[in-house]
């Protein structure tokens, strides 16, 4: 099993990934302050709970990605104490499929670059990622597999608590998909806006991202807020919310180095407290559908 580590602006995601299948997703909070030893601790309870008294979690290897450098460092220790290997950590140094058609590539979020990466690997050409999350992000693959860039914007839960926190007669609301533009009070106005909203951003920026680029574009949507938003989008797409992990996954492969002779045995056990123990001898393409309500 491969140990996928995916740190972002409001969450840790911790992914176990067998044979390119994604066998578990578990979170912890962002801290920028929390140690490798703190991490450590926390992750020990993860895995002690997630294993099985007859076959303890392995991991065979680990590949992290960051959009916190603050961390960066701390969870890459952890994975090396997980593993006994140093893990592969994406930048644009590293082996994607992808020619890097921007300003300055070093400057690309690597979560965007993992999801390009897949995405250009298992879907038809050009393709347009969509992730939904703290913020929402863009990304753009053309035909020949160059990275074109994309666009980034506030997060639909981020506008949302925006709008709570800075207008005073506003309030906090639960997310879900609206069942129609027109709100009749305050909570439906903003639902509509915010999460209808944002369908209709990606459905626009799509239509000038082909414009742009000529010809039409495969849609792929990810993210922990898609679930919101898809119902209510017009462009054909295909959601998938492992995205990101399968992504990491498909750069693990590319890029960990090849152990020849390596018994089926490698790895590291970790059963009660994370411990190490002693070794022993496409998602379907969806078209337009009608919104339905999903209540958060």
């Known amino acids: 099993m491969i140990l996928a580590i995916d740190i972002g602006n409001t969450?840790?995601?911790?992914?176990?990934?067998?044979?390119?299948?994604?066998?578990?997703?578990?979170?912890?909070?962002?801290?920028?302050?929390?140690?490798?030893?703190?991490y450590r601790a926390e992750m020990d309870k993860i895995f002690a709970h997630r294993r099985h008294p007859e076959r303890p979690m392995r991991f065979e290897g680990a590949v992290l990605t960051s959009v916190v450098p603050q961390i960066t460092g701390a969870l890459a220790e952890c994975a090396r104490h997980y593993t006994g290997k140093k893990p592969v950590i994406v930048s644009p140094d590293i082996r994607t499929g992808l020619t890097m058609g921007v300003d300055e590539p070093r400057a690309v979020g690597k979560d965007r670059l993992v999801d390009a990466a897949y995405a250009?690997?298992?879907?038809p050409l050009p393709v347009v990622t969509v992730d939904l999350g703290t913020a929402t992000t863009f990304n753009v693959v053309d035909k020949d597999r160059v990275f074109r860039g994309g666009v980034i914007c506030p997060g639909l839960s981020t506008g949302l608590r925006a709008l709570g926190e800075r207008c005073a007669q506003l309030p906090q609301v639960h997310l879900g998909s609206p069942k129609k533009a027109i709100g009749t009070n305050t909570e439906s106005c903003m639902l509509s806006g915010s999460v209808l909203g944002t369908a209709v951003l990606i459905d626009?920026?799509?239509?000038?991202?082909?414009?742009?680029?000529?010809?039409?574009?495969?849609?792929?949507?990810?993210?922990?807020?898609?679930?919101?938003?898809?119902?209510?989008?017009?462009?054909?797409?295909?959601?998938?919310?492992?995205?990101l992990m399968k992504g990491l996954a498909l750069l693990y492969q590319l890029n960990a180095p090849q152990e020849h002779?390596?018994?089926?045995?490698?790895?590291?056990?970790?059963?009660?407290?994370?411990?190490?123990?002693?070794?022993?001898?496409?998602?379907?393409r969806r078209t337009r559908r009608e919104p339905e309500t999903l209540v958060g």
């Open 204 to 243: 626009g920026m799509v239509q000038r991202i082909e414009e742009e680029l000529g010809s039409p574009a495969t849609l792929v949507v990810t993210g922990g807020l898609a679930k919101y938003v898809t119902p209510l989008c017009r462009h054909p797409l295909a959601y998938d919310p492992e995205l």
């Open 11 to 38: 969450t840790v995601a911790l992914g176990g990934i067998r044979d390119g299948r994604v066998c578990f997703v578990a979170r912890m909070d962002t801290v920028r302050t929390r140690t490798a030893a703190e």
């Open 120 to 123: 250009a690997a298992n879907f």
């Open 261 to 284: 002779g390596r018994s089926h045995g490698g790895g590291r056990h970790y059963g009660q407290q994370g411990r190490p123990r002693a070794k022993h001898p496409h998602p379907n």
